[in-house]
Nanobody, 117 residues
Framework: QVQLVESGGGLVQPGGSLRLSCAASRSIFSINNMRWYRQAPGKERELVAGVTAGGSTNYADSVKGRFTISRDGGKNTVYLQMNSLKPEDTAVYYC???????????WGQGTQVTVSS
């Protein structure tokens, strides 16, 4: 089992930056994939970015060049650095740990990001 605790959300003006954190209760190197998803009001949850245990990353086209996923193994924490934020980035952001096919996946509680002037 994995507990995930997100932090770092808030209100920011367009063009601003935020860094989200996701602290896991076990080594993130034992988790196949760590991902960030987001869900805006009235929309389906969508994948934003992911990092594999081996360090490979992937991003949604809408955030490429603006968002960066990274990790700190010593702190069992994954980060999402969000720059050049736009109003359409407004959503609840969720951390996801896809541990393995047999151990399943886990979700954090979500953190609200609001981009507005």
């Amino acid at each position: 089992q994995v507990q995930l605790v997100e932090s770092g959300g808030g209100l920011v003006q367009p063009g601003g930056s935020l860094r989200l954190s996701c602290a896991a209760s076990r080594s993130i190197f034992s988790i196949n994939n760590m991902r960030w998803y987001r869900q805006a009001p009235g929309k389906e949850r969508e994948l934003v970015a992911g990092v594999t245990a081996g360090g490979s990353t992937n991003y949604a086209d809408s955030v490429k060049g603006r968002f960066t996923i990274s990790r700190d193994g010593g702190k069992n924490t994954v980060y999402l650095q969000m720059n050049s934020l736009k109003p359409e980035d407004t959503a609840v952001y969720y951390c996801n740990a896809d541990v393995s096919r047999t151990q399943g996946e886990y979700w954090g509680q979500g953190t609200q990001v609001t981009v507005s002037s």
